[in-house]
C-alpha cells in the first residue's frame, strides 16, 4: 500500500477512534445528569412527603407534586438503563475501532522499517 494512502487510511481511523470516544463520553455525561436529576427528584419526592406528613402512595391525600415526581424519576431510571445498554455498544465499538488503528499503525511501522534499509541501499548505490 502506498504510503499516502496508508497515512491517510490512519488519519480516518484516528478520526473515527475520537469520534467513538467522544460518543462514549457523551453518553456517560447524559447517564451522570440523568442520575443527578432522579435524586433531586427522590429528595423532593422525600421533602413532599414530610411536609404533608404522608408516605403512602395509594392515600386518597398524598401530594399530586410527589405522584408527578416519581413518574419523573421512573422515566428516567428507564431512560439511564437504555443508555447504559447503548455504552455498551458504544464502549465495544471504540475498542473495535482502536483495535484496528493500531494494526493499521502496526502495518505502516513494519513497512517503513522494510523500506528502510532499501531507501538507504538506494542511496548508497546511487552516489
Known sequence: MATKSRDGLIRLKRFQVREKR???AQIE????????MA???????????????IRD?????????????????DN???SIDELKGQLTGAVEDCNEAEQ???KIEALAVRDHDRAGP????RSV???
Open 100 to 102: 484496528e488503528l493500531e
Open 76 to 78: 428516567l431510571l428507564a
Open 39 to 53: 435524586k433531586d427528584l427522590d429528595d423532593q419526592v422525600l421533602a413532599e412527603q414530610e411536609r404533608s406528613g
Open 125 to 127: 548505490v546511487a552516489r
Open 22 to 24: 467522544r460518543q462514549v
Open 29 to 36: 455525561a447524559m447517564i451522570a445528569e440523568f442520575e443527578r
Open 57 to 73: 402512595k395509594s392515600h386518597f391525600a398524598y401530594p399530586t407534586f410527589a405522584k408527578a415526581a416519581i413518574q419523573r424519576r
Open 118 to 121: 532499501e531507501t538507504e541501499l
